[in-house]
C-alpha cells in the first residue's frame, strides 16, 4: 500500500553557541525560496494550556549552531529525552 504521506520538509536538532537546543525547520516551497523556522522550549510556560515548544520564522540572522559534538559526549539538550514527548 503506497503512503499517503508526502515530505514537505526536514528539520534538524541543533545547539546554539549558549548551549540552548532548539530545532531547525525548513518547510520545502516548490516555487519559490524554502521556509525556513526554529522551534524552542516554551521556557516561559506557566499553565497547562500553555504551548510547550514555540515556533518562530527565521530571519537572516539565525542562530549560528554549535559544531556537531563527538559521537562519545552526551549532548545536552532542553529537550525530554524520550522521543514520546517530542512531537516529530
Same mark, same amino acid.
Given at each position: &500500500? %503506497?503512503? %499517503? &504521506?508526502?515530505q514537505v520538509g526536514a528539520?534538524? @536538532? @541543533?545547539?546554539?553557541?549558549?548551549? %540552548?537546543? /532548539?530545532?531547525?525547520? =525548513?518547510?520545502?516551497?516548490? &516555487?519559490?525560496?524554502?521556509?525556513?523556522f526554529t522551534l524552542w522550549v516554551n521556557s516561559? #510556560?506557566? %499553565?497547562?494550556?500553555?504551548?510547550?515548544?514555540?515556533?518562530?520564522?527565521? !530571519?537572516?540572522?539565525?542562530?549560528?549552531? @554549535?559544531?556537531?559534538? #563527538?559521537?562519545?559526549?552526551?549532548? !545536552?539538550?532542553?529537550?525530554?529525552?524520550?522521543?514520546?514527548? =517530542?512531537? /516529530?
Amino acid at each position: &500500500m %503506497k503512503s %499517503k &504521506m508526502v515530505q514537505v520538509g526536514a528539520a534538524w @536538532k @541543533k545547539t546554539t553557541l549558549n548551549e %540552548k537546543t /532548539f530545532i531547525s525547520i =525548513v518547510i520545502t516551497n516548490p &516555487m519559490g525560496p524554502d521556509h525556513h523556522f526554529t522551534l524552542w522550549v516554551n521556557s516561559y #510556560k506557566e %499553565k497547562e494550556g500553555q504551548p510547550d515548544y514555540i515556533i518562530y520564522k527565521s !530571519t537572516d540572522d539565525r542562530p549560528e549552531a @554549535k559544531p556537531e559534538a #563527538k559521537a562519545d559526549s552526551k549532548p !545536552t539538550s532542553d529537550f525530554p529525552e524520550d522521543n514520546e514527548d =517530542v512531537p /516529530f
